[in-house]
């Protein structure tokens, strides 16, 4: 079964700074996807970012990266220039594809803090 | 930008009772799931469904749990006799591509389900 693992409970960061969440995962399939989702107080999961595994080309959005390292099994989520909206609970999550569309298995979650 | 919305936001059963949530895809989606979070662990997957019937479930979502879409618009979640341990955030979530796996979920924000 696939597993995802956030290991820090908690980050913080200096509004303008840069943080790196980090995220790991197991599989055994060599063609999966990966998001990072955001979930602010307000409880909604918001899409971050996707990684498609067979593309080796790491995505970027605006502000957000990843750095993907599919033989580590490692999906790290690089935030530049932080913003004090940035501030939530950021989930990383794992979907095998295929007859397994939308099944989502998510990481346990970091909490983000951005000080002013 | 449409939403996925859910009612109520609250909810507080006794146990043993019966509860349905209710979501509202967004309108051209064709895929639409469940998933719960209890306090303090992860978000898990316990349903998809798509074209009036099932595509996958979770070992959680036992006999006790039930979906529907009674009018084309709304999507549920029945409990059938709520325990205690079903207390938790459920989210609702749909996504609009057919069979193209990676398709992001939108998800709403969530009904807190707490049974007493």
């Known amino acids: 079964a696939q597993t995802v693992t956030q290991s820090q409970p908690e980050m913080s960061v200096q509004e303008a700074e840069t943080v790196t969440l980090s995220c790991t995962y197991d599989?055994?399939?060599?063609?999966?996807?990966l998001f990072w989702y955001k979930q602010p107080p307000s409880r909604q999961m918001i899409l971050v970012i996707r990684?498609?595994?067979?593309?080796?080309q790491n995505a970027t959005e605006n502000r957000f990266s990843v750095n993907f390292q599919k033989a580590a099994k490692s999906f790290s989520l690089k935030i530049s220039d932080s913003q004090l909206g940035d501030a939530a609970m950021y989930f990383c999550?794992?979907?095998?594809?295929?007859?397994?569309?939308?099944?989502?298995?998510f990481g346990q979650g970091t909490i983000l803090t951005v000080h002013p | 930008e449409p939403e996925v919305t859910q009612t109520p936001s609250h909810q507080v059963t006794q146990m043993g009772q019966e509860v349905i949530l209710r979501c509202v895809p967004i309108?051209?989606?064709?895929?639409f799931y469940w998933y719960r979070q209890i306090l303090g662990q992860k978000v898990e997957f316990l349903v998809s469904?798509?074209?009036?019937?099932?595509?996958?479930k979770s070992e959680i979502f036992d006999d006790q749990f039930s979906v529907e879409r009674p009018d084309g618009s709304n999507f549920t979640l029945k409990i059938r006799s709520t325990k205690l341990e079903d207390s938790a955030m459920y989210f609702c979530?749909?996504?609009?591509?057919?069979?193209?796996?990676?398709?992001?979920?939108?998800f709403g924000n969530g009904t807190r389900l707490t049974v007493t």
């Open positions: 469904f798509y074209n009036n019937e099932i595509s996958e």
């Open positions: 309108s051209n989606h064709l895929y």
């Open positions: 990684q498609e595994a067979y593309k080796q």
């Open positions: 979530a749909s996504s609009e591509a057919l069979r193209t796996a990676g398709s992001p979920l939108h």
């Open positions: 999550a794992y979907n095998a594809g295929g007859t397994s569309y939308g099944k989502l298995t």
């Open positions: 599989t055994s399939e060599s063609d999966y996807y």
